[in-house]
């Protein structure tokens, strides 16, 4: 049989093949005119993709390295900070904080879980210096409600600082209109091209914080990159392939929404949704149960079926059909299947992805499932989804 490896993870995700051949023809020096133009008209879109008219600077890191530069830049030791961490990437938050000396607040919540406004408001007091949270948490599928979140720091002195590494492209956001501070992507996510970059946008009072704030910070001082970005360079030699590549997907969403790459994004949110909601519909339909108490487009948390461990259907899917799934993390290894909708990935792999797990879960627990009982479901919803956009 002949099988296609495909990525159904995540983070790295998919690659545009255009993003791909922009990165294989990316021979040029940094500083010259030719990078220069390139890079301002990455940033420019990037503000678009981000959907904010703050400025945003790029770092030559995956996502963390944005994380850490947010709080190097934004605090000093023994500044009170709140870190909402309800999963992997929200302990990232913990560690990062208490690395650079915070006092460190944490309101945790089980794995699978969110915050309600008022659990949030409970610790908000006003010496909070800031918030930190994730848009999506990538871990347990989750989707924080960062406009609510964004409502209650309003008018305060506190920053609100959201990683949406795999938020942005998954996830409607207001960055202005909400008031978020400061907003994390990373180049693996939604943008379709390979890890190495990532960024992020700060609002004026972020900017204004990080003249007072005394934490360490060199290589990743954003406001030395945000001097040399108005230039259209990089404080150090930019990762000029992967910027040439995040150009070219720009450029394709760009050309997804007619020329408008705002709407283009909103074309690729409104893509990560309705794949998302086809492989939750599908799920019920199996009698598969979902992770999350609050579902993120940006992927789908399914707890594996009683006798059955997540990691064997992880490698009866890859053995089966080179497809890669992710298995829950640390504790949650064994227990959840995390399906992403992420970037390039669009209705039929979602179907692909439900057959291809029908089939592994028929071979586990042959009494228990039937063919084609998460497809059909899932077929409604897109025929469905389908006369709403016809009609409109
Ligand atoms: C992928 C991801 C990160 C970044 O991880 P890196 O491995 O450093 O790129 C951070 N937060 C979330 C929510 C993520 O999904």
Request: glycine fraction near 8%; charge should be neutral.
């Amino acid at each position: 049989m002949f099988r296609k490896t495909r990525l159904f993870t995540p983070g790295p995700t998919p690659l545009l093949p255009a993003a791909q051949f922009a990165m294989a023809a990316a021979d040029l020096h940094h500083r010259t005119p030719e990078f220069r133009a390139l890079y301002l008209k990455v940033l420019a879109q990037l503000k678009v993709f981000v959907g904010t008219s703050n400025d945003v600077v790029v770092l030559a890191s995956s996502g963390t390295g944005a994380m850490e530069a947010a709080v190097t830049n934004l605090t000093s030791p023994g500044d009170k900070v709140l870190v909402l961490s309800a999963g992997k990437f929200g302990e990232r938050w913990v560690s990062l904080a208490k690395a650079y000396h915070c006092e460190t607040v944490v309101l945790s919540k089980p794995y699978g879980q969110t915050f309600t406004v008022k659990e949030v408001q409970a610790q908000l007091t006003p010496d909070v210096k800031a918030v930190f949270v994730q848009a999506t948490e990538t871990s347990t599928g989750v989707r924080h409600d960062v406009k609510a979140l964004a409502q209650l720091v309003k008018g305060t002195d506190t920053l609100l600082v959201v990683d949406a590494i795999t938020g942005l492209g998954t996830t409607a956001f207001d960055v202005d209109g909400d008031g978020i501070d400061v907003i994390i992507g990373g180049s693996q996510k939604a943008l379709m091209i390979p890890p190495g970059l990532s960024f992020l946008s700060a609002s004026d009072r972020a900017w204004a914080r990080m003249e007072t704030s005394t934490n360490p910070r060199y290589y990743f001082d954003l406001r030395k990159e945000r001097k040399s970005c108005a230039k259209g360079e990089s404080a150090y030699t930019p990762a000029v392939a992967l910027i040439a590549a995040m150009g070219a997907a720009l450029d394709y969403l760009e050309q997804q929404g007619s020329g408008d790459l705002a709407k283009g994004r909103d074309l690729l949110v409104a893509n990560a949704e309705l794949c998302a909601l086809c492989m939750r519909t599908a799920a019920a339909a199996l009698g598969l149960e979902l992770f999350s108490a609050s579902h993120a487009a940006a992927v789908t948390a399914l707890k594996a079926p009683e006798g059955v461990s997540s990691s064997d259907l992880v490698k009866g899917f890859k053995k089966e059909f080179a497809g890669v799934l992710s298995d829950g993390q640390g504790e949650m290894k064994g227990q959840i299947l995390r399906i992403a909708h992420i970037g390039y990935l669009d209705y039929l792999d979602c179907i692909a992805i439900i057959a291809g797990l029908e089939q592994v879960l028929a071979q586990l627990k042959p009494e228990s499932f039937q063919y084609g009982d998460g497809l059909r479901a899932a077929q409604l919803v897109y025929a469905k989804a389908r006369q709403n956009v016809d009609k409109s």
